[in-house]
């Protein structure tokens, strides 16, 4: 989880960046995802790695996002 949020926060940064609300539906594809891996998988995970996944994915894209609002514009 450590390895993969600083890629998902540019992931969410570019998007963002070609589409403004492009943050809110990369989102909610993320929170798709991460439900359909945890009603289908085989794997027994603890309870506490499966919310951090609900958790994680969706704040590193708006914190993707927000990277956009802090960059200077160009004059």
Known sequence: MVTTFPPVVLV???ATRLRPKAA???AAMMLLTVT???LWTTEI???WYRVA???VGPTAIFLGSALRSLRTPRS
């Open 12 to 14: 969410g940064y570019f």
């Open 24 to 26: 809110i539906v990369l």
């Open 36 to 38: 359909a891996m945890t």
């Open 45 to 47: 995970m603890p309870l």
């Open 53 to 55: 996944y609900f958790l």
